[in-house]
């Protein structure tokens, strides 16, 4: 896992959802595996640089968001590790980069416009002097297997 600011919500939500899925699969989360940093690109590279090093490295990075699985694509590009052949790579987000990307990358797309209409909805009720019902709202994300992924290898 290669995530974002290791303390902010949306970074701990990810992240614990990478460490459930892991141990539904009978997985531990392995701590030289888990990286975190900013939610750009340039740590994505540098996240690829530190776990490609590794004497195992991983088959498989999922990511905080599509920001940073694309730096990690590009460092795997550049050091010459085949992305999805060598390693697969999620991002998160299902920004337009993400969809447009060579290879195009698998991501967890969130619904952007149930979002925005949520966001309104809030606004609206403070707006008219109404509690807006609840801080926090939570709306179904989905992973969309895109070219970044492919089944491992058998070595």
């Known amino acids: 896992m290669s995530g974002g600011i290791q303390h902010s919500d949306c970074n701990q939500a990810r992240f614990h959802g990478f460490v459930a899925a892991l141990s539904a699969h009978g997985m531990p989360a392995r701590p030289e595996l888990i990286l975190h940093g900013t939610f750009r690109k340039g740590f994505g590279e540098a996240a690829g640089g530190t776990l490609l090093e590794l004497p195992e490295p991983p088959t498989a990075v999922f990511c905080g968001n599509d920001r940073i699985a694309l730096g990690i694509v590009a460092e795997a590009r550049r050091r010459g590790v085949g992305v999805p052949e060598q390693l697969s790579v999620v991002g998160f ?9 060579t290879p ?3 991501s967890v797309t969130q619904p952007l416009h149930e979002m925005g209409a949520a966001a309104v909805q809030a606004l609206l009720r403070r ?5 807006p019902g609840s801080h926090r709202v939570e709306l179904a994300t989905e992973l969309v297997v895109r070219e970044s992924t492919a089944r491992p290898s058998m070595q």
């Open 104 to 106: 195009a990358l698998t």
């Open 93 to 101: 987000d299902g920004t337009y980069e993400a969809r447009n990307s």
């Open 127 to 131: 707006i008219q002097g109404e509690s």
